[in-house]
Nanobody, 130 residues
Framework: VQLVESGGGSVQVGGSLRLSCKAS????????IGWFRQSPGKEREGVSC????????YYSDSVKGRFTISKQNAKNTIHLQMNNLIPEDTATYYC????????????????????????WGQGTQVTVSS
């Protein structure tokens, strides 16, 4: 599986950004594709996940109501629309497969990336300034 992110950038507080992730080589659409983020000195954390087969979504509490994840199956692409951005959203955002629709599943995936589990994109930087 190869994942290629795009759409990061710098915005001011309250601004919006849209991240995209194009996936290739995904054979099991029951496994989600999602977003994780990591800022310097912090652990990688799960942000959002969407199941490519049934569209079930997950959002972390910190982004719920502000971020929206969506998918375009025909293009094997997912998007993350990020609105009302705050400085705490500043991080490198990674697209990843698989992911799951619960905080526990996302935490496990975030912890396992060091061991090479799953597929990860190269990351895209999001910077929110006040």
């Amino acid at each position: 599986v190869q994942l290629v992110e795009s759409g990061g950038g710098s915005v001011q507080v309250g601004g919006s950004l849209r991240l995209s992730c194009k996936a290739s080589g995904v054979t099991n659409h029951d496994h989600g594709i999602g977003w994780f983020r990591q800022s310097p000195g912090k652990e990688r954390e799960g942000v959002s996940c969407i199941c490519m087969s049934d569209g079930i979504t997950y959002y972390s509490d910190s982004v719920k109501g502000r971020f929206t994840i969506s998918k375009q199956n025909a293009k094997n692409t997912i998007h993350l629309q990020m609105n009302n951005l705050i400085p705490e959203d500043t991080a490198t955002y990674y697209c990843a497969n698989p992911c799951g629709p619960t905080a526990q599943a996302m935490n496990v995936m975030a912890a396992l990336y060091r061991s090479g589990f799953g597929s990860w994109g190269q990351g895209t930087q999001v910077t929110v300034s006040s």
